[in-house]
Structure formats: structure tokens, C-alpha cells
Nanobody, 117 residues
Framework: VQLVESGGGLVQPGGSLRLFCVASGFTFSSYAMRWYRQAPGKERELVAHISSNGSTNYADSRKGRFTISRDNAKNTVYLQMNSLNTEDTAEYYC????????????WGQGTQVTVSS
């Protein structure tokens, strides 16, 4: 099982990035997918959630700036991030959780996003 994130990098305030998470080794379409992030010295926090049928939820501060989507044919989940600010600097992690017992869950290794001028 693998979740491989990519797309992170250095971006100026106000800029955009698109993160990718490619899944393998499990039935992607049967899993809810999420993006989390963790800034230095802070706890990991939920960024966005997408269910297997495409319904989405966002943490309040990301609503309107971030968009999560998925392509079940490509086993890929995306996070489009716009109007980035310095507080968005963090390691971003992809997460998968099964809907059924034994409720398997998987984490990616993370991709770093740095917002700085």
C-alpha cells in the first residue's frame, strides 16, 4: 500500500499550488480521502475531506481557498490551494480510510509547502 504525495514547493504569498496524491495497493474508490497538514511545533490538522462519491468538507479557514477533488480512474486525490499565505506553510499529508471493517487507514509521507516572499 502506498500514498505518494507531490506538488509541494516554495510559493509567494497570494500564489497557488496543486498537490497530488497517487494511491496504490488498495481499492481507492472504496476509501474516503483527506488532506491533513502539520506546521512546525503544531498538531496535525485536517484540511479537507472527500468521500468516495465526491462529497467534500473543509476546515473553516480553508473553505473557499482550497478545493479537494479525486479521480477514481487514476487513483488520485488532488488539493488545489489558492490565495496562499504564510500560515499555510506546513507539511501536507494524504490520508485514506476504508468505509468498512477493519477500517484500514493509510498515510502518505508528506509534501512540504512553504509560503514565503
Amino acid at each position: 500500500v502506498q500514498l505518494v504525495e507531490s506538488g509541494g514547493g516554495l510559493v509567494q504569498p497570494g500564489g497557488s499550488l496543486r498537490l497530488f496524491c497517487v494511491a496504490s495497493g488498495f481499492t481507492f474508490s472504496s476509501y474516503a480521502m483527506r488532506w491533513y497538514r502539520q506546521a512546525p511545533g503544531k498538531e496535525r490538522e485536517l484540511v479537507a475531506h472527500i468521500s468516495s462519491n465526491g462529497s467534500t468538507n473543509y476546515a473553516d479557514s480553508r473553505k473557499g481557498r482550497f478545493t479537494i477533488s479525486r479521480d477514481n480512474a487514476k487513483n488520485t486525490v488532488y488539493l488545489q490551494m489558492n490565495s496562499l499565505n504564510t500560515e499555510d506553510t506546513a507539511e501536507y499529508y494524504c490520508y485514506a480510510r476504508a468505509y468498512n471493517y477493519p477500517w484500514n487507514e493509510y498515510w502518505g509521507q508528506g509534501t512540504q509547502v512553504t509560503v514565503s516572499s
